[in-house]
């Protein structure tokens, strides 16, 4: 497999675990626990600072050059590409719901737990899109060449949680990893 394709299978599992342990702290949150919101802060903060900035952009790259190629599959990479902004906002939806609720403003629980669910789930039909049909599609169409070019153009930043860690930055959610991996 291309170097580039392991990397986004590995920001794939990644995502699905993050987006796990959202959907664990929004079930709690659902049952009227008041869940750990510096936690949910912080799976935000990642999602915004590393898929917006660095995985997204890497698959448009692959998601570009095959429009380039005319692939008859043209409307799954449209689709794609077009859903990238939208994920954009409805984090940003959910991380405002958050937001809102440290700074004690008065908002539905309902309405903040179905922006989280709509999160969840818009990013779950989405990376399943990529895994199913684009990844697979792509792998077969494009050339050592445009893999090359690919690599070269993609942003070369580091993942600050599984990669090389910002403990700082991301304290709640690598004590919650460190729960996770040692039970």
Not at 115 to 129: D, S
Not at 138 to 155: G, H, N, S, V
Request: net charge negative; charged share 30%; no cysteine.
């Amino acid at each position: 497999m291309r170097q580039i394709m392991t990397r986004l299978a590995e920001d794939h599992a990644r995502l699905t675990q993050v987006l796990n342990m959202l959907d664990g702290l929004l079930d709690r949150f659902h049952e009227g626990v008041e869940p750990d919101y510096e936690l949910m802060n912080e799976l935000l903060e990642y999602m915004d600072s590393y898929a917006d900035i660095v995985h997204h952009p890497t698959e448009d790259l692959i998601f570009q050059r095959m429009l380039e190629k005319a692939s008859e599959r043209r409307e799954v990479f449209e689709v794609l590409m077009r859903q990238h902004a939208g994920l954009s906002q409805v984090t940003k939806r959910f991380r405002e719901s958050i937001e809102g609720i440290l700074n004690e403003e008065v908002l539905l629980r309902e309405d903040v737990e179905a922006n989280g669910r709509e999160l969840v789930a818009t990013n779950r039909a989405h990376l399943l899109l990529e895994d199913t049909e684009a990844f697979p599609i792509a792998m077969q169409t494009l050339t050592d060449a445009d893999w090359k070019e690919i690599a070269d153009a993609a942003p070369a930043s580091e993942d600050p949680v599984f990669g090389t860690p910002d403990p700082q930055r991301f304290k709640a959610l690598y004590k919650e990893l460190h729960a996770q991996s040692n039970p």
